[in-house]
């Protein structure tokens, strides 16, 4: 079994519409991360957290949300999704060193 | 700003020859440093990664990277290109934890790599 899941692999939705991408993880790690890869610009770290009391906005953070239920789930929202977000979402986790992140399968959603 | 600049969009080799996939960053303080790949429809894999010591670090399938302090380069290579190495590369950096690097990886834009039969 994966160690890190993304559920849903593929969405598609209407501008205005409510999105929530979840990720599962059975690593143990305390740390996850949320990003989206876009073609040409790599990934952008969208919200980060350091464990269940602790969530952090990255680089790319407007528009989105997240809500880390346990130290093994970190979910993201997307409350009113916009072309624009149209992209692949992955979610990381790692351990307190993070010196290595594990990724899971990503999701790729598309916004009409 | 802390960068990571990949200045190849797309890398083309013939299986049996050696390959570079180059990579340069910008950070202030001490980087630690990551190459990632990603095939087709899967997430990201962890290659190898530069902490401290030996510039040249071996990491999976036969791939090695050099860090070199003065050229702030990370070029990921391998001795012998395989078809199955085809797949998009990303280099990224850290910064230390005493720079404030927090865990958080930046990330080049990646380079796709073809290996030809």
């Known amino acids: 079994d994966a160690d890190v899941t993304q559920t849903p692999r593929n969405r598609i939705t209407k501008t205005g519409k409510r999105i929530m991408l979840e990720c599962s993880q059975t690593k143990g790690h305390d740390r996850m991360y949320w990003y989206r890869q876009d073609p040409g610009l790599g990934l952008r770290l969208i919200y980060y957290?350091?464990?269940?009391?602790?969530?952090n906005k990255g680089e790319i953070s407007d528009g989105y949300s997240v809500s880390r239920q346990a130290q093994a789930k970190f979910s993201l929202s997307l409350e009113s999704a916009i072309p624009n977000q149209t992209a692949l979402y992955f979610c990381a986790t790692s351990d307190f060193q993070g010196l290595e992140q594990f990724f899971g399968p990503g999701t790729r959603l598309t916004v009409l | 700003a802390q960068s990571v600049a990949q200045p190849e969009d797309q890398v083309n080799v013939a299986e049996g020859n050696p390959l570079t996939v180059k990579c340069t960053y910008s950070v202030s303080g001490n980087p630690y440093l990551f190459w990632y790949v990603q095939y087709p429809n899967r997430g990201l894999q962890f290659l190898l990664k530069y902490i401290t010591g030996d510039n040249l670090v071996k990491g999976s399938y036969g791939f090695e990277a050099e860090f070199n302090k003065s050229q702030t380069s990370f070029h990921l290579k391998k001795p012998s290109a395989l078809v199955s190495d085809s797949a998009l590369y990303f280099c990224?950096?850290?910064?230390?934890?005493?720079?404030?690097?927090?865990?958080?990886?930046?990330f080049g834009a990646g380079t796709r790599l073809a290996v030809h039969p």
């Open positions: 957290s350091f464990d269940v009391k602790d969530i």
């Open positions: 990224a950096v850290r910064l230390h934890p005493l720079s404030g690097g927090y865990n958080k990886l930046i």
